[in-house]
């Protein structure tokens, strides 16, 4: 069955700490990226681990192979459920940190992020793209061949991804919105119910969440959305 998981893209520990107390045992899991871990270092961490939470560490890696595998050894030492890092290092990046996690934490490799389309991807990779999908096909083989519990994709891309990689990788998928939500920067989005239908395991929400006046009460709808 598919889990929300709550992003905490917020300035401060106390005020994603705000969010963890009010949306209660509605979420288990909780989203930690660069702009929280750089205001409040490892502690915020700690501090969901301690409260029961699953974290997801989504610092997104893109490192020599060292630098990554150490990375990893200190985001399971923290007990970090999950954690991310970029399909692009490569083969021995990739499987440095496979070594490194050694099963104390799942690894999700990303591709094509959510925020890119055809045309913005093609001016990074120096081509015409004309399918992001089969861009993160690519790049996911790559990523599970070396060892990689999963990948972070975009809804749009997810039932390519089930299909190319069986039912046993772990399918992490920003970019969801309940019907009439704005995107934000999410150039590929799509419902909750939707992601689920294509086979998404984890769904990441953030600002629907964080921003919301009740955050318990938007956590629930999103579930409600999702079928759960």
């Known amino acids: 069955m598919a889990e929300l998981i709550v992003a905490l893209d917020l300035p401060t520990g106390a005020a994603a700490l705000r969010v963890v107390e009010r949306v209660g045992d509605a979420v288990l899991w909780y989203k930690v990226g660069p702009v929280l871990l ?82 913005s991807y093609g001016e990074i990779v120096g081509r015409t793209v004309d399918d992001v999908g089969a861009e993160l096909v690519r790049l996911a083989r790559l990523g599970t061949a070396a060892g990689l519990d999963g990948v972070v994709t975009s809804p749009r891309e997810l039932g390519a991804l089930r299909a190319a990689l069986g039912p046993r990788t772990l399918l992490v998928v920003p970019g969801v919105r309940r019907p009439g939500e704005a995107a934000g920067d999410q150039a590929r989005t799509a419902t909750p119910r939707e992601a689920v239908a294509a086979g998404a395991d984890l769904l990441v929400v953030g600002r629907p969440v964080t921003s919301a006046a009740d955050p318990r009460s938007a956590a629930l709808a999103i579930l409600e959305d999702m079928g759960t």
């Open 38 to 119: 750089v205001a409040e270092g490892p502690s915020i961490v700690r501090d969901l681990v301690a409260r029961g939470r699953r974290v997801f560490l989504d610092l997104k890696w893109h490192d020599i192979p060292t630098t990554v595998s150490a990375a990893v050894e200190q985001a399971a030492a923290l007990g970090a459920s999950l954690a991310t890092l970029h399909l692009a290092g490569g083969r021995a990046m990739l499987r440095a940190a496979v070594d490194a996690a050694a099963g104390r934490l799942a690894l999700a490799g990303v591709g094509v992020l959510t925020s890119l389309d055809e045309q």
